[in-house]
Structure formats: structure tokens, C-alpha cells
Antibody, heavy 121, light 107 residues
Framework: EVQLVESGGGLVQPGGSLRLSCTASGFTFSTSWMTWVRQAPGKGLEWVANIKGDGSEKDSVASVRGRFTISRDNAKNSLYLQMSNLRAEDTAVYYC??????????????WGQGTLVTVSS | DIQMTQSPSSLSASVGDRVTITCRASQIINTFLNWYQQKPGKPPKLLMHAPSSLQSGVPSRFSGSGSGTDFTLTISSLQAEDFATYYCLQTHKTPYTFGQGTKLEIK
């Protein structure tokens, strides 16, 4: 059974930093693309970042580029999101998910339960 | 960035109704379109991808269609457990973008 468990959320002041973790099990983590998606309270979903299985390719939405870094440790079956210079608008539930695809499709299939990040003074 | 325009933003319907939600992309995305269902306090659940491929375990009353820029999600006969918020997602190009969501409520 695929399981994704996020941790590391909490309350942080504007300008502060936080590292989110996502621990994976039930599938071959090291060959799987992974992604972070966030959802501000009462709002819609926003893709944040992707990383390839071996970590060689990464991409992120412009609003977090230069502040957030996606990474992974395949030996620990773990995905990370290092967040710095946090702003109030980064307040959201952060989900990790698996990203799978083929020639004509690409989708987020398994999701964690999410971890809440609150940026406030 | 590719904009995804989803409609309607909310919808009231009854059990047994047939409902359709549409999503329009601001540029051609071929078949890189997914549909998700989200219930309060829960992560999104993948319903459809490609956009007519039903995810394993999803009831056959859900169906998807479209290609290019215009896509639809249809629920053929609403069940009580279908009342939720639905999102489309394009994965043709990064930044991947979601529609704004359709909240499906009980009439």
C-alpha cells in the first residue's frame, strides 16, 4: 500500500524558514517523480514543485523560485521542501504526491494527508 | 502560464442527477488533463487522467472527455458521496495549473 506522510509544518514568522518532509513507502521511491502541491485556507490548489527520481531535474512555480528548494534522499525514502523567506501568502496545507506519466498523460496519483504551514507574526 | 478556466464554480444538484463540469485551457494541452475530487479536510483524489482514463477504483459513473483546449467531467447519476469540490489540472507544461474548482452541493 502506498503511503505518503508529511511532517514539519507549523507556525513561523514572516521571513522565517521551515523544512517540510514527506516519508514514502509502498512503492519504488527512487525511480518516482515527486511533487509538492499547496492549498491556502479555503482556496484552490496550487502546484509548487517537482523533482525527478534521481534528483537530476527540478522545477517550481515562479512565486517560490529562489525561496523554496525541493530535494530528496532516496536512501531514506524521503522528499523535502526547504522553505525560506516565508511570506503570509505561503500559508497553506502542503501536500506531497507521486507524479506518474506516459506518452500522453501525466498525473498526481497518490497524495499524503498534508501538513499545515502558517506564516504569521 | 496556461490558465485553466473551470465552470461552473458551484453547482446544486440532486441524487440521481447527471452533471457536467467543464474546463477550458488557454492554450492547447493535448490530453494532459486530470480531474480530482476533494472533500473537506482531505487530500485531492485522482478521478480521471488523459482525460478519459478512469483511475483504478473510481466508479464508472464518472467519465471524462476532451482534447486540445476543452474538457468535460460527467457524473452520470449523482450519489450522496459525490458531493465535493472538483478540480481540473493541466500537466502539459510547467507551471502545472489547476482550475479554480467546482463545488458540487446537494439541492
Amino acid at each position: 500500500e502506498v503511503q505518503l506522510v508529511e511532517s514539519g509544518g507549523g507556525l513561523v514568522q514572516p521571513g522565517g524558514s521551515l523544512r517540510l518532509s514527506c516519508t514514502a513507502s509502498g512503492f519504488t521511491f527512487s525511480t518516482s517523480w515527486m511533487t509538492w502541491v499547496r492549498q491556502a485556507p479555503g482556496k484552490g490548489l496550487e502546484w509548487v514543485a517537482n523533482i525527478k527520481g534521481d534528483g537530476s531535474e527540478k522545477d517550481s512555480v515562479a512565486s517560490v523560485r529562489g525561496r523554496f528548494t525541493i530535494s530528496r534522499d532516496n536512501a531514506k525514502n524521503s522528499l523535502y521542501l526547504q522553505m525560506s523567506n516565508l511570506r503570509a501568502e505561503d500559508t497553506a496545507v502542503y501536500y506531497c504526491a507521486t507524479l506518474r506519466g506516459a506518452a500522453d498523460t501525466r498525473f498526481f496519483d497518490y497524495w499524503g494527508q498534508g501538513t499545515l504551514v502558517t506564516v504569521s507574526s | 502560464d496556461i490558465q485553466m478556466t473551470q465552470s461552473p464554480s458551484s453547482l446544486s444538484a440532486s441524487v440521481g442527477d447527471r452533471v457536467t463540469i467543464t474546463c477550458r485551457a488557454s492554450q492547447i494541452i493535448n490530453t494532459f488533463l486530470n480531474w480530482y475530487q476533494q472533500k473537506p479536510g482531505k487530500p485531492p483524489k485522482l478521478l480521471m487522467h488523459a482525460p478519459s482514463s478512469l483511475q483504478s477504483g473510481v466508479p464508472s459513473r464518472f467519465s471524462g472527455s476532451g482534447s486540445g483546449t476543452d474538457f468535460t467531467l460527467t457524473i452520470s447519476s449523482l450519489q450522496a458521496e459525490d458531493f465535493a469540490t472538483y478540480y481540473c489540472l493541466q500537466t502539459h507544461k510547467t507551471p502545472y495549473t489547476f482550475g479554480q474548482g467546482t463545488k458540487l452541493e446537494i439541492k
